[in-house]
């Protein structure tokens, strides 16, 4: 019974985000909006294993929260250097020497 | 009678949890500008996590679930905290700017370059932390870079820290 409360609260911030990510003005906006919605998921993946009795599904929620803060950075890293290489190998590649 | 206790407190941190996951969501839906909508995810990802884990603790009981709730749930804090100052570190280079409160007390998008000097020449500033010396030879000058910094940070012939460093007028806001 709890769970399936703090399931529908989750799941009505989880669609609050997806409308910030569909209307954020900015990239940062969608960006911090998909970071949210990764965090929503594994917080719904560990309620859903301990309402429905099979917890094991927490170990899907901690590779997917490592994935989620991996993808963030590199979304960021890629809006600073078009790259997700460094910045550095992209000149010495492109150099005739 | 302690299996009562412990379920009302789980299920208190649970609602409790799920609520201030809610305030958080409303938050980043309703609130004005990037920087703001970042101070209120973070209130979901703190407290509503921390005490949904709270909740999911006390009903798993002494056992590697709760090692493994607690796992995550600090890999969540970890992972939430640098991923906002990142967010909100390539925000401030890319020149959004914040809103902040004008003379007559409205939200105007100040270019907090002009309040903070320091910010400035902190932006003019590569953004990795190495200095082009580190990393081997200095970038040339005319810089043959596939992804073209935006002019006024660019990592070659600006990284000398430059006290009078002006953001580029032309550079564009998003």
Same mark, same amino acid.
């Given at each position: 019974m709890m769970f399936a409360v703090a399931i529908l609260g989750v799941l009505a911030a989880l669609s609050l985000a997806v409308i910030r990510a569909l209307k954020g003005p900015t990239a940062f906006d969608r960006l911090l909006a998909a970071n949210a919605i990764g965090t929503s998921a594994i917080v719904?993946?560990?309620?859903?294993?301990?309402?429905?009795?099979?917890?094991?599904?927490?170990?899907?929620?901690?590779?997917?929260?490592?994935?989620?803060?991996?993808?963030?950075?590199?979304?960021?890293?890629?809006?600073?250097?078009?790259?997700?290489?460094?910045?550095?190998?992209?000149?010495?590649?492109?150099?005739?020497? | 009678m302690i299996a009562l206790l412990v379920d009302i407190l789980s299920g208190a941190a649970l609602t409790a949890g799920a609520a201030f996951y809610l305030i958080g969501a409303i938050g980043m839906t309703r609130m004005p500008d990037v920087f703001t909508r970042m101070h209120a995810v973070s209130v979901s990802e703190t407290m509503g996590v921390g005490l949904m884990a709270l909740g999911m603790i006390l009903q798993a009981g002494p056992s590697l679930l709760a090692i493994k709730i607690a796992f995550v749930v600090l890999v969540l804090w970890a992972t939430g905290a640098v991923a906002t100052h990142a967010l909100s570190r390539a925000a401030?280079?890319?020149?959004?700017?914040?809103? @902040? $409160?004008? +003379?007559?007390?409205?939200?105007?998008?100040?270019?907090?370059?002009?309040?903070? *000097? &320091?910010? =400035?020449?902190? @932006? $003019?500033? +590569?953004?990795?932390?190495?200095?082009?010396?580190?990393?081997?030879?200095?970038? *040339? &000058?005319? =810089?043959?870079?596939i992804a073209e910094p935006a002019p006024g940070y660019g990592p070659a012939g600006n990284t000398g820290a430059n006290p009078d460093a002006e953001p580029d007028p032309t550079r564009e806001g998003r």
């Open positions: 719904l993946l560990a309620l859903f294993g301990f309402m429905t009795g099979r917890p094991e599904f927490l170990d899907i929620g901690i590779t997917y929260a490592l994935l989620n803060m991996i993808g963030t950075l590199a979304v960021l890293k890629f809006f600073r250097y078009g790259a997700l290489g460094h910045a550095q190998d992209a000149v010495k590649e492109r150099e005739p020497e | 401030l280079h890319d020149g959004v700017k914040p809103l @902040l $409160a004008g +003379p007559d007390g409205r939200l105007v998008a100040t270019d907090c370059v002009d309040l903070f *000097p &320091e910010l =400035g020449v902190r @932006l $003019a500033q +590569p953004l990795s932390s190495e200095t082009p010396e580190e990393r081997g030879t200095p970038l *040339p &000058e005319d =810089g043959a870079v």
